[in-house]
């Protein structure tokens, strides 16, 4: 199994004989040099997303025409790109698991917000969600963009994840040391990797307070476009 960052909170997975996009974010990406944009997003089979902020949606509806590959996201969302879009789309909804053939995706709750802007003003887009991707005898939850939550709790009980993928860059969502402390109080990570960091000078530029806050956990900071292999 190989995990690539994409800078941000934009990853690929290859697992399971499946290539899954989560929030690709080509587009503007100050992180993802131009001239890696094809590497990032070639033989994808499913373009994941979270929620409908820019910088998670921006390059979905391109890329599924582009590669002609499906969309997968909370149900309402999906239901209006099928219908308005023309593309092919999986929604489902948190607490629903989809399999993707040899890869099953859970969808999870998150705390964020999912809006977009239109000419008519700022519209909501279904709502944010984190998912729980189990394949390849690894379980990773990608906790999307979030603040620390109650939540949390159920979904290390239940599914006990052994890779965390957590945003941690502040502001936004959850600092490094919250997600340290969302990490250790609700999980048994074995790996825990940062995102949603770095992309900016507003975010958190490292994980020092992720890794002091952890110890005993293989906390990886990520560099972009640089395989980690579980």
Not at 84 to 90: A, K, L, Q
Not at 102 to 121: C, E, I, L, N, Y
Request: hydrophobic letters at 40%; proline letters at 5%.
């Amino acid at each position: 199994m190989k995990i690539i960052w994409l800078g941000h909170g934009s990853f690929r997975f290859e697992i399971g004989g499946q290539v899954l996009l989560l929030d690709p974010w080509l587009t503007g990406n100050p992180v993802l040099p131009e001239e890696q944009h094809d590497a990032a997003v070639t033989g994808a089979s499913h373009i994941l997303l979270t929620h409908t902020h820019f910088d998670h949606v921006v390059d979905v509806l391109p890329l599924t025409k582009k590669l002609n590959v499906p969309a997968v996201g909370q149900y309402d969302l999906m239901t209006f790109w099928s219908e308005t879009e023309e593309i092919e789309t999986i929604g489902f909804n948190k607490g629903g698991t989809v399999d993707l053939g040899g890869v099953k995706v859970a969808m999870v709750p998150a705390s964020h917000s999912s809006t977009f802007q239109t000419r008519d003003g700022l519209r909501t887009g279904g709502s944010e969600v984190g998912f729980v991707i189990i394949g390849e005898g690894h379980t990773i939850y990608a906790s999307g963009d979030t603040a620390i939550m109650a939540d949390m709790g159920w979904i290390g009980d239940y599914y006990k994840p052994d890779v965390g993928i957590l945003s941690a860059g502040g502001h936004f969502t959850m600092d490094m040391a919250q997600a340290a402390y969302a990490a250790k109080t609700y999980f048994d990570f074995k790996t825990v990797i940062p995102c949603h960091y770095k992309t900016f000078p507003l975010l958190e530029q490292d994980a020092a307070a992720l890794r002091s806050g952890l110890p005993g956990v293989d906390v990886i900071e990520p560099q972009v476009m640089q395989a980690i292999e579980l």
